[in-house]
T-cell receptor, first 112, second 113 residues
Framework: KQEVTQIPAALSVPEGENLVLNCSFT??????LQWFRQDPGKGLTSLLL?????REQTSGRLNASLDKSSGRSTLYIAASQPGDSATYLC???????????FGTGTRLKVLA | KAGVTQTPRYLIKTRGQQVTLSCSPI?????VSWYQQTPGQGLQFLFE???????NKGNFPGRFSGRQFSNSRSEMNVSTLELGDSALYLC????????????FGSGTRLTVV
């Protein structure tokens, strides 16, 4: 059974810090990987999608990478801001399957 | 371009009742997936529909069912509600099974009392 671990579970940092969130899959045969953020009580907002032929994606201050050989992904957030405070979730999909498997999330708080 | 629309946003039901939740995907998206989110279990996959057919189902009891219409809108139904069904129910749409990501709706918050 595919399991997804996100480390750390919670993180509190001062504004301006660069930080790295980690995600690892027990089954490394990940086809697609997507990072989301979720604000309390809200739905999920897609941040970055790494498709099967890609190894990383960048959007603004965010960079995500995927090492398929190890089944690990990292989300890098540069120059963090209080508005980045949210829960960050990674989700992976295996080839030939129709569903994403989600990690348990990293709860981030950026202090002003 | 309209996003994924879920209705209603909030529901309060009594144990034993049934409930129907609705999800309208992004125009052109033919795949709709449903997830249950609780503090203890995180995001758990319920089922996925494509062209009115259920292609995959998670490990939930038969009280949870769904369907998809010809316009790709989807509904999920929970019968004989239990207290443990209280959760945020999220639907996500995507173009197809392939190299595409999910777009989620804002969710329906169901509270069973």
């Amino acid at each position: 059974k595919q399991e997804v671990t996100q480390i750390p579970a919670a993180l509190s940092v001062p504004e301006g810090e660069n930080l790295v969130l980690n995600c690892s899959f027990t089954d490394s045969a990940i086809y697609n990987l997507q990072w989301f953020r979720q604000d309390p009580g809200k739905g999920l907002t897609s941040l970055l999608l790494i498709q099967s032929s890609q190894r990383e994606q960048t959007s603004g201050r965010l960079n995500a990478s995927l090492d398929k050989s190890s089944g690990r992904s990292t989300l890098y957030i540069a120059a963090s801001q209080p508005g980045d405070s949210a829960t960050y979730l990674c989700a992976g999909k295996r080839s030939g399957t129709y569903k994403y498997i989600f990690g348990t999330g990293t709860r981030l708080k950026v202090l002003a | 371009k309209a996003g994924v629309t879920q209705t209603p946003r909030y529901l309060i039901k009594t144990r034993g009742q049934q409930v129907t939740l609705s999800c309208s995907p992004i125009s052109g998206h033919r795949s709709v997936s449903w997830y249950q989110q609780t503090p203890g279990q995180g995001l758990q996959f319920l089922f996925e529909y494509f062209s009115e057919t259920q292609r995959n189902k998670g490990n939930f009891p038969g009280r949870f069912s769904g369907r998809q219409f010809s316009n790709s809108r989807s509904e999920m139904n929970v019968s004989t509600l239990e207290l443990g069904d209280s959760a945020l129910y999220l639907c996500a749409s995507t173009l197809d099974r392939g190299n595409y990501g999910y777009t989620f709706g804002s969710g329906t918050r169901l509270t069973v009392v």
